[in-house]
């Protein structure tokens, strides 16, 4: 993972019946799909929702998880 922005937010949401990861840096910032933000991205494991791997990198680096 490259330098990481702190202090971003991240939600999951539903998209058909997978829930993907959705990241903004700012509140005034729409939310996005993770991939749109490759210098986070990095692989998840077979079965699991697109973006846990990045998400919990993303926890440890004092990013704010938002309920949906």
């Known amino acids: 993972m490259a330098e990481t922005f702190k202090n971003g937010q991240m939600l999951w949401k ?25 210098q986070y991205v990095l692989p998840d494991p077979h079965g699991f929702s697109k973006g846990i791997t990045t998400f919990l990198a993303l926890r440890k680096n004092d990013w704010t998880a938002i309920k949906s």
């Open 14 to 38: 539903l998209e058909g019946s997978d829930r993907t990861l959705h990241l903004r840096h700012h509140d005034s910032e729409p939310w996005k799909p993770y991939e749109e933000f490759p």
